[in-house]
């Protein structure tokens, strides 16, 4: 029977595949050498879901890599059903002798990751719509209230969620980035930020949020699922 995981037992699982447990989903990248060689990665993938490919699988197919996304569409979370998923499209991609492992080591400069959009609002319920209109967008499956994230219904931007403001902010950006990284790969991105022009602002809920910001203020959050709840 299909049964939804916490982050832990999702990224338990599917580590050592080269997969990484996102925000709710499943990720990997396969490189690949040309837009022909990425079609039949993405066949192989659907062909190893099978039936449960429409409700699980997307794809997202370049000319140098292919990145597959895993989750019940039904629930907006990682089942069991996806873990399983994640070991057959791997094992179908290992025959053509391509990998799910994440390379960048190897030179490519990074594997996945999620961005998603965050507006501090002082009545989120009352700017919400506005986003969901301008945006073209839905609400996320099983997450219809007043308070909770904007999705893109096609998955093509990112999701758009709202942070709750006590009082006006007038020295201080309101939209800010969050970039959804691998737990393994939070430190790196970091640095690499720091070394850039960054600064640390706060690391006082990581590993779930480190707020950076560049030279003039501007605000992001590198994040992982490690520290949330579930």
């Not at 062909?47 to 990145?67: M, T, W």
Request: one cysteine or more.
């Amino acid at each position: 029977m299909e049964g939804t995981l916490t982050g832990k037992e999702a990224s338990d699982a599917i580590g050592r595949l080269g997969w990484r447990f996102l925000l709710g989903t499943l990720r990997a990248s396969v490189p690949v050498m040309s837009l022909a060689s990425a079609t039949e990665v993405a066949a192989r993938a659907v062909a190893a879901c099978g039936d449960a490919a429409d409700q699980h699988l997307l794809i997202d197919v370049r000319p140098r890599r292919v990145v597959l996304t895993l989750q019940s569409s039904d629930l907006g979370a990682v089942t069991t059903d996806d873990v399983d998923l994640a070991h057959r499209i791997s094992a179908a991609v290992h025959e053509i002798g391509l990998s799910t492992e994440p390379e960048i080591d190897t030179g490519a400069p990074r594997s996945v990751q999620v961005l998603e959009i965050a507006i501090d609002a002082l009545d989120i319920a009352a700017i919400r719509p506005f986003w969901r209109a301008v945006f073209g967008y839905a609400d996320e499956a099983g997450a219809d209230g007043p308070e909770d994230p904007l999705v893109d219904p096609v998955g093509q931007g990112p999701a758009i969620w709202f942070q709750q403001m006590e009082l006006a902010r007038a020295r201080r950006n309101r939209i800010h980035f969050d970039i959804c990284v691998p737990h393994d790969e939070a430190v790196r991105r970091i640095e690499a930020a720091l070394a850039a022009g960054g600064r640390l602002l706060s690391a006082a809920r990581a590993p779930a949020f480190w707020v950076l910001a560049d030279r003039e203020g501007n605000e992001a959050c590198v994040t992982t699922w490690q520290g949330r709840a579930g």
